[in-house]
């Protein structure tokens, strides 16, 4: 007999892919490196490139990258996923790589989880600097969180709608991206990462690449938004990243205790959400405390508006300030009695010293 009853298959979860060991992008050798033209006297290390000389956009005599990471065919796992090394390879990202897993850096996109061990250093280990670089190239700043690349000289072929298209193709592969803004036919686009470490990470394997029509990105750190809505969200974004990072390395204990402590003095009730853990109700389950019984001095002292309290008080608090409580009445009362004024003392009887009239002469 054939049954109608249709039996329902439950998907086995994939398997993560295991990585395998990086491959190496080059050979030895292979690439070729080609020295930007001589056009000055002076060489400045600040912008690498030569001082005086002729004024000439320093892109026209840029030439297209020989090489380009391919992250799902060139990452992998190197030494420095046994060796506790945090930082990534710059060389990697470039696509040029020779090393391959014998290399100490990391051959993979940067984890935005994972916390580099120095802030002022970025996801390659090179090191900030206070301020940006007039062209807005090099590493960058310490002193602000930059998540925007700016990309210029983007060879459009249709709208605006299809050349963010293009954009986000290329650029998303680096990382997670928040938001893209192209200005049409200014030939310019801003690419915004959820991560810092993606958008450091992308700047290095875009730079002088090309998208879908050969053409020499340019690829620099943005300048701050000026529209004060921006400014605000990152403000309010970087806030509660700080709240997250403060809440995350202190003691749950204490954080319910500065809780409660706020909770009395302002003489608020704990939101439902503080009452139960996500993962579960606590150990010490904040309940709702009614101090019916408590002597009325408790209650003017604590709450004055209030007949009622919340927060999280162990048998020992209370008893605490039921004393306490207790001891102020009782000086209170004191007070309050009335004071018995003490009677001027009565004028001295018979002969003081001014009587015997010892120093006055006959």
């Known amino acids: 007999m054939s049954s109608n009853t249709t039996e329902t298959q439950i998907a086995a979860p994939k398997k993560q892919k295991k990585l395998k060991p990086a491959r190496k992008q080059v050979k030895p050798g292979e690439v070729e490196k080609k020295e930007a033209p001589q ?44 060796t506790g090394m945090k930082y990534c390879c710059l060389f990697f990202a470039r696509g040029c790589c020779p090393y391959g897993w014998e290399c100490e850096y990391l051959h993979m996109l940067p984890d935005p989880a994972t916390a580099l061990p120095d802030t002022s250093k970025d996801c390659f280990a090179r090191d900030k ?12 700043s310490f002193q602000r969180q930059n998540r925007t690349l700016y990309i210029g000289r983007i060879k459009e072929t249709g709208t605006g709608t299809e050349t963010e298209e293009v954009v986000r193709r290329h650029f998303k592969e680096w990382g997670e991206i928040e938001k893209i803004r192209v200005l049409q036919y200014r030939s310019v686009a801003f690419v ?15 730079a002088c690449q090309s998208l879908d029509n050969d053409e020499i990105l340019n690829v620099r750190w943005a300048t701050e938004d000026p529209n004060p809505t921006s400014k605000e969200e990152e403000h309010r ?34 939101d439902a959400e503080d009452e139960e853990d996500a993962d579960g109700p606590r150990e010490t389950k904040r309940r709702r405390l009614e101090i019916e019984d408590a002597p009325s001095a408790t209650i003017e002292i604590l709450a004055p508006e209030r007949s009622q309290l ?51 002469e006959d």
């Open 129 to 140: 600097f206070s301020d940006y670089r007039d062209d807005m190239g090099g590493v960058g």
């Open 192 to 206: 915004t990462y959820v991560s810092e470490m993606n958008a450091q990470f992308a700047k290095e394997a875009m």
């Open 237 to 270: 974004r970087l806030e509660e990243m700080g709240h997250e990072a403060i809440k995350a390395r202190m003691d749950p204990r204490i954080v319910d205790a500065m809780r409660s402590i706020r909770a009395l003095e302002e003489g608020v009730e704990l």
């Open 310 to 360: 919340t927060g999280i008080l162990t048998a020992d608090t209370l008893e605490s300030l039921k004393y306490f409580a207790e001891i102020q009445k009782r000086s209170g009362a004191a007070q309050a009695a009335p004071v018995k004024t003490a009677a001027p003392p009565p004028p001295p009887t018979g002969l003081g010293l001014t009587d015997y009239g010892s120093d006055e």
């Open 39 to 82: 056009t000055g006297k002076e060489y400045n290390i600040w912008y690498n490139k030569w001082a005086g000389g002729d004024r000439e956009d320093s892109y026209s005599n840029k030439v297209k990258s020989q090489t380009r990471c391919n992250i799902r065919r060139d990452a992998g796992l190197t030494r420095a996923n046994t």
